[in-house]
């Protein structure tokens, strides 16, 4: 992204050479650490021009650090008497310059924001255009600014494009204008979000847009892959998606148990003090029922469980919605589509700001201490919901049900119920531990900034 890149790795760069000059290593010894530095770094793809996320460009620190401490470890001669220092010393300098690169990544894109924000222009003006955009809102880390989009329905150029328009936060503009709008802004990236275009048409389009601007990037159709990690390959000239479908074994199992007992000692330690302030506030609004609510969930293997949460609504709830529904036609059509509703009047004004800030949650570490739940998994749904998950039911089942997840952190009720299970589909298929990690960092978010989709 312009020079974003470039700046990051002066300054990351500065930043290791004075960390190798404080550091009681000889010369030679600070010569190799800086250039295998380097090598690590850049091996593992970090300060390409190219649009990356925040959480992927942590991952590449993270491994770009990893191979560098490994590979400096081994350069120690262990035979020698200073051996346990040197390696010492080697770890706290990895672990002080990660965090300082760690800075650097979150803090340049911030300050140097304006000056290398990337303006682009959208071809497309449909809904495939409006996710990009809600993408590139939600990470301003890409540095993207979506100045235009161009809708081609109608274009004599460009026949048989008919997408369903929908409203753009930026200007919609027609092919003419677009030499305008790339000049006034200096567009210098156009991304391609009509899906169905067919490739005489792309043919056209890129021919076009040739030596107008330098990065064209195109969005297929993807919609079938979604449940799957995908990557490109250049398969000998044939442009080849890959898709894995892998499931966790064993010491993945192992692994996740234990730091979901971790967790749920620290989220307990926590949940204390939250149940003095939730009865607190209950009493003084004149709400003097229960704190907790139970319900029946199910759990992992298809076993029912009692789930945990903060009561938000009013007491009985459960037979108020059966009321609501066998009076309200619509409410029932929308209950039975989505399995929630919008607009809950059920829900207590507590409950509101619990549920906003995902506070509501914060009792289901007991069922995560107990083993009935872990800290990241599919959403733990309700057994009347199990003959609505159709083929994915086994796959989500073989997981136990988290406190937190895909669903929750990709929309919550602005998902429907397809889409969530689709979104577990995923998590299934693709489990790690990096992409737990990013999951629950973005939940973190989600509580300190607040969740407007929150259920």
Request: glycine share 6%; aromatic share 12%; proline share 4%.
């Amino acid at each position: 992204m312009k020079n974003i890149n470039r700046i990051r790795l002066i300054i990351e760069c500065l930043i290791t050479i004075l960390l190798l000059w404080v550091f009681p290593f000889n010369i030679e010894r600070k010569l190799k650490l800086f250039a295998l530095y380097v090598f690590s770094q850049l091996i593992v793809g970090r300060f390409q021009n190219k649009t990356t996320l925040a959480y992927d460009e942590a991952k590449l620190v993270f491994l770009g650090y990893a191979g560098f401490l490994f590979c400096a470890l081994l350069t120690v001669a262990f035979r020698s008497p200073s051996a346990l220092y040197e390696m010492g010393y080697i770890c706290l300098f990895t672990l002080i310059d990660m965090i300082c690169s760690m800075l650097v990544v979150r803090y340049a894109h911030l300050i140097f924001y304006k000056k290398c924000t990337k303006n682009v222009i959208v071809i497309g003006a449909g809904k495939t255009a409006r996710k990009l955009d809600n993408v590139t809102r939600a990470n301003r880390f890409s540095l993207t600014n979506i100045r235009a989009f161009v809708n081609l329905n109608g274009d004599r150029d460009y026949p048989g494009i008919e997408q369903v328009q929908i409203e753009q936060r930026a200007p919609i503009i027609s092919m003419d204008q677009f030499d305008e709008y790339a000049s006034a802004y200096g567009v210098d990236t156009v991304m391609i979000a009509i899906p169905e275009l067919d490739p005489n048409t792309l043919s056209k389009l890129n021919a076009y847009l040739s030596g107008r601007v330098e990065n064209v990037k195109y969005l297929p159709n993807s919609d079938q892959m979604l449940t799957f990690a995908s990557r490109v390959e250049d398969f000998d000239g044939l442009l080849m998606i890959s898709t894995t479908q892998g499931s966790m074994k064993w010491y993945d199992h192992l692994i996740k148990r234990t730091i979901d007992i971790f967790g749920g000692l620290a989220g307990c330690a926590i949940l204390l003090p939250l149940i003095g302030y939730v009865r607190y506030y209950n009493h003084k609004q004149g709400d003097y029922g229960p704190i907790f609510f139970t319900q029946n969930r199910i759990g992992k293997n298809g076993k029912q469980f009692k789930v945990y949460k903060f009561r938000t609504m009013v007491e009985n709830a459960e037979q108020v919605l059966e009321k609501m529904m066998a009076e309200n036609p619509e409410i029932r059509h929308e209950y039975e589509v989505n399995k929630k509703l919008q607009d809950d009047p059920r829900i207590t004004r507590v409950g509101k700001f619990l549920r906003e800030k995902s506070l509501d949650e914060f009792p289901q570490f007991i069922n995560v201490l107990k083993g009935e739940m872990s800290l990241i998994g599919p959403r733990p749904y309700l057994p009347r919901e199990a003959k609505d998950m159709g083929s994915y039911y086994q796959d989500i089942v073989s997981l136990a049900p988290g406190v937190t997840g895909m669903w929750q952190t990709h929309g919550r009720s602005n998902v429907d119920f397809e889409r969530r299970l689709e979104l577990d589909e995923f998590y299934y298929r693709n489990w790690s531990l990096w992409l737990d990690l990013t999951l629950l960092i973005k939940t973190i978010q989600n509580m300190y900034y607040g969740d407007d989709s929150a259920r």
